[in-house]
């Protein structure tokens, strides 16, 4: 059933919209500060908002306010709004504010249903159309439409067309180089060079050479001279991979080339322009590295003019199975094979497990599953994973799993605040102390201790 959240002080007309709204679920408010605690529970799609609130309820400035925090939470909802027959003025107001649309009392519940479900249906055709949007992104490479995905992709959309150095950080296999690549994929540059450059892979003092390229004769066996990874990128985009894991005495150099645009390559005496937008990554902690002072803070700071934070698999929810169908789609092209898909049981464990290696894991998983499967579906046996015998068990445990994440996910966004994580979570202080007990997430209220001290 959809959810409406009915914005209304007078509880003769929320009685009203009950009888007249039958087709939906509603759930009420009184004033501007339940509505947003419903609006946080709930994330309704539509609201009716009464504009004459208390404590303004001749007037409209509650109401307008209460439609200014509605869209600034969620700008896609579709706010109804409900006045007086002779309030035009403050209906134009709000739809001026980004109101969906405008209803005069008395109420007539034939209009009212037919305006409502015509803005359900827009509603959903918008978010079709963003989910359809952001997988176009990136040139279908990155699959998922989860809703971190699509924040991930629009951020990669706007800041694709700059020349801001980005900062990539997530856990290893989680599909930074997929997004470095997204981002030339999508700026003025995508016709030039693409060069991606491992800094953990090649030993310390071939790095340097391999970065800012030689002169003949620099060093023995310098045969002839060569251009580094930063020059072959001239004109295109550089993605400097595992940038923690780049020794602190190249990190001086880099730090110059960053600020100046300019190398020198070894053993050359003179200073070449380079024009390279630049990309890094990584899965360490750099800000920790700057307080160990194993990374320089004032590279960190040139590194990360903007840092865009690539969620782990297990926190994409459903975007697991997505990605697994869209490989095995590929898988069966590669090896030649026709598994149609996967048991019951296979995609249960696979929203249980929690990924350590990310899609790269994913993806190891379903190649050997296609190689060795023995029926048309894979079974979480083929993927070496065991899931649940018990399918109520199982379906208790992933509503577990999956509250256990949000809770963890509210908690790093209000930064180990409890009452914050409450508040985003749309629950009260006390459910979100019981349920951090029930789920043993003990370690969330020692980190509140620790930051209170
Ligand atoms: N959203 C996605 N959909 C499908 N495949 C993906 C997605 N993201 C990443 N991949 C695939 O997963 C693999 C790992 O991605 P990638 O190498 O970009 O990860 P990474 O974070 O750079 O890993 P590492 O830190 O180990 O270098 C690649 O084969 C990539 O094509």
Known sequence: ????????????IQKQLKWSLSEFELVFAQDRQSALTQLRRYEPDVVTLDLGLPPDEANATEGLACLNDILNFN???KVIVITGNTDNSHALKAIALGAYDYY??????????????????????????RALRSSNVAAQEIIGNSDAMIKACRTVEKIAPTEITTLLLGE????????????????PRVKKPFVA???????????????????RGAFTGANKTTLGKIECANGGTLLLDEIGDMPLSLQAKMLRFLQERVIERIGGRQEIEVDVRVICATHRNLSEMVAEQ?????????????????????????????????????????????IQG???????????????????????????????????????EDLGLTAQSSKTATLRMVREQAESQAIRH????????LSKTADILGVTRPTLYALIEKYKLLDLRTTESETQQ
């Open 1 to 12: 059933m959809k959810t409406i959240l009915v914005i209304e002080d007078d509880i003769g």
């Open 75 to 77: 700008p896609n909802c």
């Open 104 to 129: 005069q009392k008395p109420i007539d519940a034939d209009v009212l249903n037919v305006t409502l479900n015509r803005a359900f249906k827009l509603a959903q055709l918008e978010a079709e159309n």
């Open 172 to 187: 290893s296999g989680t599909g930074k180089e997929v997004f470095a690549r997204a981002i030339h994929k999508q700026s």
């Open 197 to 215: 450059i491992n800094c953990a892979s090649i030993p310390e003092n071939l790095l340097e050479s391999e970065l800012f390229g030689y002169e």
């Open 294 to 338: 194993s990374f320089r803070e004032d590279l960190y700071y040139r590194i990360s003019e903007i840092t865009l934070v690539i969620p782990p698999l297990r926190d994409r929810g459903h975007d697991i199975i997505v990605i697994a169908k869209a490989l095995l789609h590929r898988f069966n092209d590669e090896f030649n094979s026709k």
């Open 342 to 380: 996967f048991s019951d049981c296979a995609m249960q464990a696979m929203m249980q497990h929690s990924w350590p290696g990310n899609i790269r894991e994913l993806q190891n998983k379903l190649k050997s599953a296609v190689i060795l499967a023995d029926s048309k579906q894979i079974s979480a």
């Open 410 to 417: 509210a908690h790093s966004l209000a930064s180990g605040n």
